[in-house]
C-alpha cells in the first residue's frame, strides 16, 4: 500500500494541476458533486471508499487526458487505504479520520475550482502524504478501532 500511494502521489498530484487548468464546466459541477456525496456518507455514518475514489476519479477525468482516469480505473477503490485495513465493509471509521480526509478534500477541489494549479498540485501532494502518514499509524494500531 505505501508504494501505491507514492505512485499515487505522483500521479494524483500531477492530475489536480492539470485539472485546475483544464477542467470544464461540467467537470467541475461533477467535482463538486463527488465532494458534496463523499460528506454526505460520512455525515450519515455510511461507508465512504465508493465516494471517495469516484472524487479522485473525477479529478482525474477532469484533467482530460484519459490516462489519469485509466490509471486509477485499473487499481480501482483499493487505491484508498482504509479499505484494505478494514476487516469488514461495515467496520467503523472515527469520525476524526473522516474530518482530516473532508478537510483535505475540500482544500483540493477548492483550488481546482480556483485554477490554482500549484496549490491543487501541493493539496492533492499533502492529501496522499497524509494517507501514507495515516495508513502507517493504523498498521501500527492493527485497525480503526485501535486508534
Same mark, same amino acid.
Given at each position: 500500500?505505501?508504494?501505491l500511494?507514492?505512485?499515487?502521489?505522483?500521479?494524483?498530484?500531477?492530475?489536480?494541476?492539470?485539472a485546475?487548468?483544464r477542467?470544464?464546466?461540467?467537470?467541475?459541477?461533477?467535482?463538486?458533486?463527488?465532494?458534496r456525496? &463523499?460528506?454526505?456518507?460520512a *455525515?450519515?455514518? +455510511?461507508?465512504?471508499?465508493?465516494a471517495?475514489?469516484?472524487l !479522485? =476519479?473525477?479529478?482525474?477525468?477532469?484533467?482530460?487526458?484519459?490516462?489519469?482516469?485509466?490509471?486509477?480505473?485499473m487499481?480501482?477503490?483499493?487505491l484508498?487505504?482504509?479499505?484494505?485495513l478494514?476487516?469488514?465493509?461495515?467496520?467503523?471509521?472515527?469520525?476524526?479520520?473522516?474530518?482530516?480526509?473532508?478537510?483535505?478534500?475540500?482544500?483540493? &477541489?477548492?483550488a481546482?475550482? *480556483?485554477?490554482? +494549479?500549484?496549490?491543487?498540485?501541493?493539496a492533492?501532494?499533502q !492529501? =496522499?502524504?497524509?494517507?501514507?502518514?495515516?495508513?502507517?499509524?493504523?498498521?501500527?494500531a492493527g485497525?480503526f478501532?485501535?486508534?
Open positions: 500500500m505505501i508504494e500511494l507514492e505512485l499515487r502521489t505522483a500521479v494524483e498530484a500531477e492530475a489536480a494541476a492539470l485546475a487548468q477542467r470544464s464546466p461540467a467537470q467541475e459541477e461533477r467535482i463538486i458533486g463527488c465532494l456525496e &463523499v460528506d454526505r456518507a *455525515d450519515a455514518g +455510511e461507508l465512504t471508499v465508493e471517495d475514489f469516484a !479522485h =476519479l473525477a479529478i482525474a477525468e477532469a484533467t482530460n487526458n484519459p490516462r489519469f482516469g485509466d490509471f486509477l480505473s487499481i480501482g477503490s483499493n484508498i487505504p482504509r479499505k484494505v478494514t476487516e469488514s465493509d461495515s467496520e467503523p471509521v472515527p469520525r476524526e479520520y473522516l474530518d482530516v480526509i473532508s478537510a483535505e478534500h475540500h482544500e483540493i &477541489v477548492n481546482i475550482l *480556483d485554477g490554482d +494549479e500549484d496549490a491543487a498540485r501541493a492533492m501532494r !492529501h =496522499l502524504k497524509g494517507s501514507q502518514a495515516r495508513y502507517r499509524a493504523l498498521l501500527r485497525s478501532g485501535k486508534t
